[in-house]
């Protein structure tokens, strides 16, 4: 079985992508042929589509968080939430995903890039994210907030900035380990942080199959995080 090996003067950066919450039973787009309804993910997951048909956008998103409501964290979110508790604040995570598996497996510190499914925000007000689980499907009533702007998913879109790039890069700096999980490594920025601390930090990759940025990795596990996670570290 191979390990990584983790020192008490480690600090471990876990980038975790699509294919982690994959085997939770989150189908990804990449599997989908990038289409909802005959429609390409980015007509319905761009400020222009929100600006064009927001209803069309609630709706894809009320589907969204219908899948994710019925998956549960697998063995590799459990392992992760396990290694928060021996390393604490010396585990940075950072997950491409927009749902709740990592909380769900007890993750208490994980930074979402791209958002979370289950917060809402307002289009228009400063009125912080907030938590929301409701289902704004057609033919029901756009949700509003009390400023009149219309409440949207907060989740970060083609074309948007991702969340907290400057805590990320400053994790990156401190990291002497970087591990990535179930990502393509062709997706921007993610894709460049392997890059980023290449040469300095040791770097793994674990997923099915290796990531378009393996060159950039001193190993690659290739197999399904659930059944590599929890026995991967060692102390």
């Known amino acids: 079985m191979p390990k990584v090996a983790i020192s008490t003067a480690d600090r471990v950066f876990v980038l975790t992508g699509a294919g982690i919450s994959a085997e939770?039973?989150?189908?990804?787009?990449?599997?989908?042929?990038?289409?909802?309804?005959?429609?390409?993910?980015?007509e319905v997951a761009s400020p222009q589509a929100w600006r064009r048909d927001p209803r069309l956008v609630w709706d894809f998103y009320s589907m969204r968080r219908k899948v994710a409501s019925a998956a549960k964290?697998?063995?590799?979110?459990?392992?992760?939430?396990?290694?928060e508790q021996a390393?604490?604040?010396?585990?940075?995570?950072?997950?491409?995903?927009?749902?709740?598996?990592?909380e769900q497996a007890g993750a208490r510190r994980v930074l979402h890039m791209h958002g979370e499914l289950f917060k809402s925000r307002c289009d228009s007000c400063s009125l912080p994210p907030f938590a929301d689980t409701s289902l704004h499907e057609s033919p029901g009533e756009l949700p509003r907030c009390s400023c009149g702007g219309k409440i949207r998913p907060h989740i970060c879109w083609f074309g948007e900035t991702p969340f907290e790039l400057e805590q990320i890069l400053q994790a990156l700096d401190d990291c002497s380990i970087f591990i990535a999980i179930g990502t393509s490594g062709s997706v921007e920025p993610a894709a460049s942080f392997a890059g980023h601390v290449a040469g300095r930090a040791r770097t793994f990759y674990v997923g099915p199959e290796a990531p378009a940025n393996r060159s950039l990795f001193d190993e690659c596990f290739l197999g399904k995080a659930g059944e590599l996670l929890p026995g991967l570290f060692s102390f």
Not at 33 to 38: D, I
Not at 88 to 101: I, P, Y
């Open 87 to 102: 390393l604490h604040d010396r585990l940075f995570v950072c997950t491409q995903n927009v749902d709740n598996l990592h």
């Open 73 to 83: 964290p697998n063995l590799g979110h459990i392992a992760l939430a396990s290694l």
């Open 24 to 42: 939770s039973g989150i189908p990804t787009f990449r599997d989908a042929g990038g289409l909802w309804r005959n429609y390409r993910i980015e």
